[in-house]
């Protein structure tokens, strides 16, 4: 397996350009699935998982063409396979997202369940009791979810018993080209929700609300060709403004919007960090100080995001102080705690909460990553640390950060890829 190898101790100084957003090129590759006319998705980052989504749809009869720019075109006219195998979906869970466009379009899917994984049991009953309440029949037999509706959905009062994002997501499909209105109470607002909607509105589904907790659906009968800009990652975003903040730094990012990231900039600049916003960019100076510790707790938009968490454990690792840090979300979502505190963290776990001291300077350690944002916490504690840090299994860090050598490489890290055989 490959590991990334980074000798830390150097202020981030530069810019560098944001990649579209995963979590919303993974549900608009999925609801490609609706429509039999051509589409045309540009933003769409170079990733593993969305790799997995586009093998799991070529596998349907999708045919999907990239250009150069990692712009895709995608035609569903042809689809004759209504499965998501395990194979597929134990690698990544937001193969789900399939269920949700089968089932409207073709009245079938046969997807594995996506089971648990390393941050928590993460069932997927919102899903199955929204697309049930729309007249959908669903066994689920030997770890496949096996769902007809042989008359077509019929649209359907959705109240959301918890807030959900693919859930949201996969109700929202399946509600485009069904019979009557869908109303989801209690949606998810994460602004990937939102693009999607947009995405598709663009080739004629009537959506009104995304972005709210209510989101309304009339059904059409057909949706048709178009074009459509993924939105930028706000994870990546707000990793990267960790990353300057943890070395004292001072970087821009560009083609993000940081609208979308307000609750982790009201928590950076708690920490005493400079941040300057246009439309399209932010600007992060530490001034050289050294950050002050901050609470953090998780919750659904517009809240903190879980997926923030680990990255600014990294940062109240090195802070002036003590912090604490809640997770609301995932029930596991702390396999990072142990990786940092080789590096010298002082942190204590009780529960969801974990209590960190901050202290000077953390020492490079050899790491192991868990998951992809714990993964990306122990990059950004290698950043900061005094000596070498390696961080094996790093296959985790592909599936959620485009060229992350690369641009940190931009930024003035020295970071390096070690491959497997040289291991
Ligand atoms: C999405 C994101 C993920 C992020 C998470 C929370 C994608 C592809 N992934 O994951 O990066 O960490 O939102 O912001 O967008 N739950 C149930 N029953 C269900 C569905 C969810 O109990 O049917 C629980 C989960 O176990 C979890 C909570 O609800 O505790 C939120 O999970 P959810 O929003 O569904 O996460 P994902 O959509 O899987």
Redesign the pocket.
């Known amino acids: 397996m490959d590991k990334l190898i980074i000798r830390g101790n150097v202020p981030l100084r530069g810019e560098v350009r944001i990649s579209g957003a995963?979590?919303s090129a993974?549900?608009i590759i999925a609801a490609t699935l609706l429509t039999s006319a051509p589409v045309r998705i540009s933003n769409i980052p170079h990733l593993h998982d969305v790799t997995t989504i586009i093998s799991l749809l070529g596998q349907m009869g999708v045919s999907i063409t990239l250009d150069e720019r990692f712009n895709i075109q995608v035609n569903a006219n042809n689809v004759n396979c209504f499965d998501a195998p395990y194979e597929l979906v134990k690698t990544m869970?937001?193969s789900i997202?399939v269920l949700g466009p089968l089932l409207g379009r073709f009245g079938q899917a046969n997807v594995s369940l996506p089971g648990g994984c390393a941050i928590?049991?993460?069932?997927?009953?919102?899903?199955?009791?929204g697309l049930r309440a729309m007249g959908a029949t669903i066994d689920v037999e030997n770890g496949y979810i096996k769902a007809t509706a042989k008359n077509g959905l019929q649209g359907a009062n959705i109240a959301m018993d918890?807030?959900?994002?693919?859930?949201t997501?996969n109700i929202m499909m399946a509600a485009v080209l069904a019979n009557g209105q869908t109303v989801i109470h209690n949606a998810?607002r994460?602004p990937?929700i939102e693009d999607l909607a947009k995405f598709l509105n663009a080739l004629g589904a009537k959506i009104t609300g995304a972005g709210t907790s209510i989101i309304v659906i009339d059904g059409v009968k057909e949706l048709t060709e178009g074009s459509y800009q993924v939105l930028p990652d706000r994870?990546e975003t707000g990793t990267y403004l960790i990353a300057a903040a943890i070395t004292r730094g001072k970087i821009k990012l560009k083609n993000t919007r940081p609208d979308i990231v307000e609750s982790i900039l009201v928590k950076l600049a708690e920490t005493g960090a400079y941040i300057e916003t246009g439309d399209d960019w932010i600007l992060l100076d530490m001034k050289d100080n050294r950050p002050r510790a901050v609470d953090v707790s998780t919750a659904?938009?517009p809240a903190f995001?879980?997926?923030m968490q680990a990255q600014m454990m990294a940062l109240n690792t090195i802070a002036e102080g003590t912090s604490i840090i809640t997770e609301t979300?995932?029930?596991n979502r702390f396999m990072h705690v142990q990786e940092l505190q080789r590096m010298g963290a002082q942190i204590s776990l009780k529960g969801n909460t974990a209590i960190c001291t901050g202290i000077d300077q953390l020492q490079g350690a050899p790491t192991m990553a868990t998951d992809l944002r714990a993964s990306a916490s122990l990059v950004l504690a290698g950043l900061t640390a005094v000596g070498e840090t390696s961080i094996d299994r790093i296959y985790h860090i592909d599936r959620g950060y485009e060229c992350i050598e690369e641009k940190l490489t931009q930024l003035g890290a020295r970071i390096h890829r070690m491959p497997h055989k040289n291991n």
Do not use: C, M, S, W
Not at 120 to 129: A, F, N, S
């Open positions: 995963k979590n993974l549900p869970r937001a997202l928590g049991t993460r069932p997927v009953d919102q899903h199955l009791k918890i807030v959900t994002v693919t859930g997501e998810a994460e990937e994870i659904p938009y995001p879980t997926d979300i995932f029930e």
